[in-house]
């Protein structure tokens, strides 16, 4: 359920609508509410998050905008509510996300619809190509 809310925030800031499109679901069936993900980007004056979640949107954020900027400080309340593997879990998917975020962004990936699929259709052929 975190990981969604993490992986929602990570493409928020990379500016991922593709991303954002299904993740954004995938959150609100996790319990995310539409108010929570809609306004995530205010989640330090948020009271509907507790102040673990807030320490894994604080990472995030950090990883998202520079990597080099995590202190110690930051691990050291991290650490004061996940285990070294679920900080490890968190840092996954914050670095897989900031890859797919920018993987599509430069291919520029349109959100696709239900139902679309990622695939254009195969142009038709004319007669007398060899294609």
Not at 19 to 38: E, N
Not at 52 to 72: G, I, N, S
Request: aromatic fraction near 8%; glycine fraction near 6%.
């Amino acid at each position: 359920m975190l990981t969604e809310l993490i992986i929602v925030r990570t493409s928020q800031v990379n500016e991922t609508p593709y991303c954002l499109a299904s993740h954004t679901i995938l959150a609100k069936g996790l319990g995310w509410s539409d108010d929570q993900l809609s306004h995530l980007a205010e989640w330090p004056k948020r009271d509907d998050f507790t102040t673990a979640e807030k320490a894994a949107l604080r990472l995030a954020e950090t990883v998202t905008r520079d990597a080099h900027a995590v202190t110690d400080e930051q691990f050291a309340e991290l650490r004061s509510f996940y285990s070294e593997g679920e900080i490890v879990e968190l840092l996954c998917a914050i670095g897989l996300f900031n890859y797919f975020n920018r993987f599509n962004n430069a291919l520029r990936m349109e959100p696709t619809k239900p139902g679309e699929g990622g695939r254009a259709a195969p142009e038709k052929q004319t007669a007398g190509t060899n294609r």
